[in-house]
């Protein structure tokens, strides 16, 4: 059954530093997303993608936030910057369709910012 | 703003039915969904459930909606311990179908 995946599954970096988180969404999908949960809080999205472009974002992704799809496989969040606040598990989703909106969710990326 | 609400944690005994509820505000919400996260995995859809819709029922799944008062609940059926995890409401808010997520009810299921 084909699946999202996600690397790392953990990553530690110090502040300031910039990361990248990779997700691979299913191959036949057209909808990207990006989601984090701080430990202890709610899930939250991040910022949506459709043909090449961001569609939705929220008030978290600021100019710190990038996403890309650099090969039409791999789907990316680059954090430029990283904060303390930033330490969360980041869910990456896809979907093949608005119409019913199941989002295929990956494992996670568990972001610690020391 | 739009927020989703739920309870965090439930204990069940083996074999007992589970009910997990969830209150949502946005009014305009077309699609009402129940994830479900075990440990290390990521969210797996369970069942989900339109906004012209009372009721769902998938095998040991029954989701209620009471529209009016915007509550939401998953009846999970001769629970078992499989079912032990962590059970997301959520609710679409349109467009690219982002996802609002309630802050998850941890399940434990015991003998």
């Known amino acids: 059954e084909p699946e999202v995946t996600q690397t790392p599954s953990h990553q530690v970096t110090q502040m300031g530093q910039e990361v990248i988180l990779r997700c691979v969404p299913i191959?036949?999908?057209?909808?990207f997303y990006w989601y984090r949960q701080i430990l202890g809080q709610k899930v939250e999205f991040l910022v949506s993608f459709y043909n090449n472009e961001i569609s939705e974002k929220s008030e978290i992704f600021d100019d710190q936030f990038s996403v890309e799809r650099p090969d039409g496989s791999n789907f990316t969040l680059k954090i430029r910057s990283t904060k303390l606040e930033d330490s969360a598990m980041y869910f990456c989703?896809?979907?093949?369709?608005?119409?019913?909106?199941?989002?295929?969710f990956g494992p996670g990326t568990r972001l610690t910012v020391l | 703003g739009e927020d989703v609400e739920q309870s965090l944690f439930l204990s069940v005994r083996e074999g007992d039915s589970s009910v997990i509820n969830c209150t949502y505000t946005d009014s305009s919400s077309t699609y009402l969904y129940w994830y479900k996260q075990e440990p290390g995995a990521g969210l797996q859809l369970l069942t989900y459930i339109f906004s012209n819709m009372d009721m769902k029922q998938d095998q040991r799944l029954t989701v209620l909606l009471n529209k009016k008062d915007k509550h939401l609940s998953l009846r999970i059926a001769d629970t078992q311990t499989g079912d032990s995890a962590i059970y997301f409401c959520?609710?679409?808010?349109?467009?690219?179908?982002?996802?609002?997520f309630g802050a998850g009810t941890r399940l434990a299921v015991h003998p």
């Open positions: 959520a609710e679409s808010s349109g467009g690219y179908n982002k996802l609002i």
């Open positions: 989703a896809s979907s093949g369709s608005t119409v019913l909106g199941e989002q295929f």
């Open positions: 191959s036949n999908h057209l909808y």
